[in-house]
């Protein structure tokens, strides 16, 4: 499997900035994805990082408020704009199984958001 | 958005002892997976499954895509400290596509 690396690892901010969380990962690949995990709760699916043009979001996601980038086949980024408290959340990015269609998902270690 | 009613919410078990988790769903799948999140960590996959009434083992874990393909199991045997995290299912509605539907997850807890 791919070894997937985000950044930050956590991070505590305040009510009205952005934050952009990073997902590295260390083979090209096709589709990266962006989860949203609230507290105590199961994995919702964000959007889709498709390379060489504009995500694709979820029903109740839109891309002013988590807007994305995916400059190249080893990278995304995903943007929490103007946060409030709801926003608290552990944001996680996942790639496929290289060769394989779309059947497994693996995980990055996460990024633990605390809006203030 | 939609989830898979996994259950149990929670467990405590013995050290030693057996468990199972399953999940359910009205909608057909076509694909099952098996997560264990730890404190502070993202999902690790645990086993997939692709075909109904396929049962597939990874040491200690064995999971069952459920003939109907409505559901699936998760048993872990002889449990042990490690054992500890939130197990999620996640299932895929569409074959060919990203779309997965994640469990509500079962806590485990295992008592030494």
């Known amino acids: 499997s791919a070894v997937i690396s985000q950044k930050p690892s956590r991070d505590i901010c305040q009510r009205g900035t952005s934050l952009t969380i990073q997902c590295q990962v260390d083979?090209?690949?096709?589709?990266m994805f962006w989860y949203r995990q609230q507290p105590g709760q199961s994995l919702t699916l964000i959007a889709t990082a498709n390379q060489g043009s504009e995500a694709t979001y979820e029903s109740g996601f839109v891309i002013d408020k988590f807007p994305i980038s995916r400059p190249n086949l080893t990278f995304s980024t995903l943007t929490v704009s103007n946060m409030s408290p709801e926003d608290s959340s552990i944001y996680l990015c996942?790639?496929?199984?290289?060769?394989?269609?779309?059947?497994?998902?693996?995980f990055g270690p996460g990024t633990r958001l605390t809006v203030l | 958005g939609q989830q898979l009613n996994q259950s149990p919410q929670s467990m405590f078990i013995q050290e030693g002892e057996d468990v199972s988790m399953n999940c359910t769903s009205s909608?057909?799948?076509?694909?099952w997976l098996w997560y264990k999140q730890d404190p502070g960590e993202g999902p690790v996959l645990l086993i997939a499954l692709y075909k109904a009434g396929e049962l597939t083992s990874n040491g200690r874990l064995t999971a069952q895509f459920g003939i109907t393909r409505k559901d699936s199991f998760l048993n872990i045997s002889a449990s042990i400290p490690s054992d500890v995290g939130i197990y999620f299912c996640a299932g895929q509605l569409t074959s060919g596509t990203y779309k997965y539907i994640f469990g509500t997850g079962t806590r485990l807890k295992v008592l030494a």
């Open positions: 996942s790639v496929p199984r290289q060769g394989a269609i779309y059947n497994e998902q693996f």
């Open positions: 083979s090209q690949v096709t589709m």
């Open positions: 909608s057909i799948f076509n694909t």
